[in-house]
């Protein structure tokens, strides 16, 4: 069975603004994507926008015991719903599978600075640092498992209640979460999913992690095909989810379906010269694209794989437009490959896009490449 899957509901949310209107106007504009380059000073980042965090997640005690990127994934996926038209659909909810790409939890700073200072001066530093980490840490400090709590959040705070499912593991993580999401829906195994993930990157914590290993730009934003060889990303905060369903359980609710999701097609490759201009040229013609009127790259800047990204896909799809979307609500991890499947879904439904490509090319390995085509 390969039953078509289609895309009824979009959430986003991003430096761009909310909703789909703001991110096409930001994908339209050439203009730079709103960027702080003083808070985490030399690193900028794209900041979340503000957001009145009641209209979808209205206690003040689910928002107060999230995060800033749970927050973001919750009301990206309420506005999903919304948009789905299946918010107040309760029974609909309860059946409705979940799944989250989403990084680990974000780091208590006081306990961090604390354990550290406190280090230097132990005469027994390992009985200390076991010590800290037993009395000192949150119970749910246990970062593998803090996405899992984006997924609970979900199903607490808009009552979807089925099964869920969480990856980690930056950029393939979302490429993975929807090749799955398609895939149950497209063999019959569920009628309907949402899928999608969050990333905040106000973080210390993050930007340290990440440029610890080279990986940051520095100083003002530069687009993304023009960093060079110095290369880098600028992470942005920033969350995406989509509502899909098979082609006939839309239609027997009345729903609109915005695009079809054809397979999702990945890859893990080694990234020697070469490797990511060869792993695009087979995941292309594995997801069956064929004269994409659009493309949506999901690169990260990172040199050389960025060049190595745009010159194939100047060879691929020399009529297409290309846009990447660290020029619009900078890089996400997890959440590249669901914002560019997002976007893509909203220019077929909205700009009469007739085929939009997406790519997700991690910034160590991993690969996606995903086709949208009007439903």
Known sequence: ??????????????????????????????????????????????????????????????????????????????????????????????????????????????????????????????????????????????????????????????????????????????????????????????????VGGSYSAERPDVLVIHEMGGYLARGSFSPVFQRGETGGFILGSCAAFLMLESADHAAARGARALARLEAVASDRTRRGPGGVAASLETLWRQAGIAAPDHVLSGATGLAPITAEERDTLGRLAPEARLRALGDVIGHGLEVAAPFGAAL????????????????????RRGEGVLRLVPA
């Open 1 to 194: 069975m390969n039953r078509p899957v289609v895309v009824t509901g979009l959430g986003l949310v991003s430096c761009a603004g909310e909703g789909v209107e703001s991110h096409l106007a930001a994908l339209d504009a050439q203009a730079a994507p709103r960027t702080d380059t003083e808070t985490f000073a030399p690193y900028p980042v794209h900041p979340a926008p503000a957001i009145a965090w009641d209209g979808q997640i209205p206690k003040r005690s689910d928002q107060r015991q999230m995060e800033a990127w749970q927050r973001l994934g919750v009301y990206a996926a309420g506005l999903a719903l919304d948009a789905a038209g299946v918010k107040d659909e309760a029974a609909l909810k309860q059946a409705l599978h979940l799944v989250v790409a989403a990084g680990g939890g974000e780091r208590d700073y006081a306990v961090d600075g604390a354990i550290l200072t406190g280090l230097r001066e132990a005469t027994d530093p390992g009985a200390y640092l076991n010590e800290r980490l037993q009395n000192d840490l949150r119970p749910t400090l246990f970062l593998a498992q803090l996405s899992n709590l984006l997924a609970g959040n979900i199903a607490i705070v808009h009552g979807v209640t089925g099964a869920s499912r969480t990856f980690m593991g930056e950029e393939s993580a979302g490429v993975d979460a929807l090749r799955i999401a398609q895939a149950r829906v497209a063999s019959g195994q569920i009628d309907a999913i949402l």
């Open 344 to 363: 893509g879904a909203a220019l077929v439904a909205d700009r009469g896009a007739r085929e939009v490509a997406v790519t997700a090319i991690g910034h």
